[in-house]
């Protein structure tokens, strides 16, 4: 996973107008594009990249990272400004962007510790209301109405992640088969609903600012396309029903009322009203298939882990061994 700087450095001078020379630091986290903090003399950027070996089919679209981003300046969604995208293999030996080095705070684990017992319910509002302005971006101005396919966005992604899954498979696991097959059998017809969709919306995804509840950017956006709105907010309920902690980042057994944060009916309700809502129907589904999205993810990231190619391939095994407890999750939210 490291940078050749003799190679990188020339590039990011001419197209970035960054000074060499410069220093790369890996950040810590994350499983899927290695993230990179670039030191230059006068400067830092961001560098974001594929990983390097053998890659599964659409995945890692680093691409379509910079794409949206670029798309989203200035509009209500805040986002990092991104410079400049390499689709050159001769550079670093994949694709990768740079973008800004934006400052602030990221929150690892929901119960949000370090924030005072009064603030916390804030943050989760700001939250809701960052959500909210993703699915009302106006596709047409910011020219992403070619960003996805159409049709059911349900069935499109079952039928891709089943197929990613089964090409990361390192074992059989039947809670996992049968969450695919309940799946197949309840996905509702297309209800014709049509947003921009981030695709892994959490709280250790958005970059606060250091001294308010205000989110200063959405990270992650590998998995953004066109898409149905309720898989976003059920991706939030979905992590909030893991156990706390460094791993499962989520919030089974606090006393949320205590603690200073919302409940999951209170996110969902807060979240309908910014979109006109009055309820959503048939909950269970939209988060039985985001546990399920979620365990397909982790296979391949233990794939990769078990191929030499992780970010991080221990903490890669890790999450590996958290895929029968979502697939077993997801059986569960269907009922």
């Not at 659409?58 to 805040?78: C, K, M």
């Not at 089974?252 to 809502?277: H, I, N, T």
Request: hydrophobic content about 40%.
């Amino acid at each position: 996973m490291s940078l050749d700087l003799e190679r990188l450095a020339p590039w990011l001078e001419a197209n970035v107008g960054l000074q060499a020379p410069v220093k790369a630091t890996k950040f810590s986290g994350g499983q899927s594009n290695p993230t990179y903090l670039i030191e230059g003399l006068d400067r830092s950027v961001v560098l974001r990249r594929k990983p390097p070996g053998k890659l599964l089919k659409s995945a890692h679209a680093v691409d379509r990272e910079f794409r949206v981003q670029q798309a989203l300046a200035g509009s209500d969604v805040p986002v990092a400004e991104v410079f400049a995208l390499c689709q050159d293999a001769k550079v670093i030996g994949s694709d990768f962007y740079v973008m800004e080095h934006v400052k602030g705070r990221v929150f690892d684990d929901p119960r949000l510790a370090d924030v005072a017992k009064e603030e916390r319910y804030q943050y989760f509002n700001e939250m809701a209301d960052v959500l909210a302005a993703i699915h009302r971006v106006d596709l047409p101005s910011v020219r992403l109405e070619d960003y996805g396919p159409s049709g059911n966005y349900f069935r499109r992604q079952i039928d891709r992640w089943s197929g990613q899954y089964r090409a990361s498979e390192t074992g059989e696991i039947a809670a996992m088969d049968a969450l695919i097959e309940a799946l197949d059998r309840a996905c509702p017809e297309d209800d014709g609903r049509v947003t921009l969709v981030h695709g892994d919306y959490r709280i250790d995804n958005l970059m606060f600012d250091n001294n308010e509840p205000r989110v200063k950017a959405v990270l992650d956006w590998e998995l953004s396309t066109l898409g149905h709105p309720f898989a976003d907010l059920a991706g939030v309920i979905m992590q909030w029903q893991m156990p706390p902690g460094d791993q499962g980042r989520g919030l089974r057994g606090v006393d949320r009322a205590a603690e200073g944060l919302p409940s999951d009916l209170e996110f969902v309700e807060r979240y309908c009203r910014l979109m006109g809502l009055k309820q959503i129907d048939n909950f269970g589904f939209y988060v039985a298939f985001c546990f399920f999205r979620m365990a397909a993810i982790l296979q391949g990231v233990k794939k990769r882990a078990l191929d030499g190619n992780a970010s991080d391939p221990k903490r890669g095994l890790t999450l590996g061994a958290f895929v029968p407890l979502y697939a077993e999750a997801g059986l569960e939210s269907l009922g």
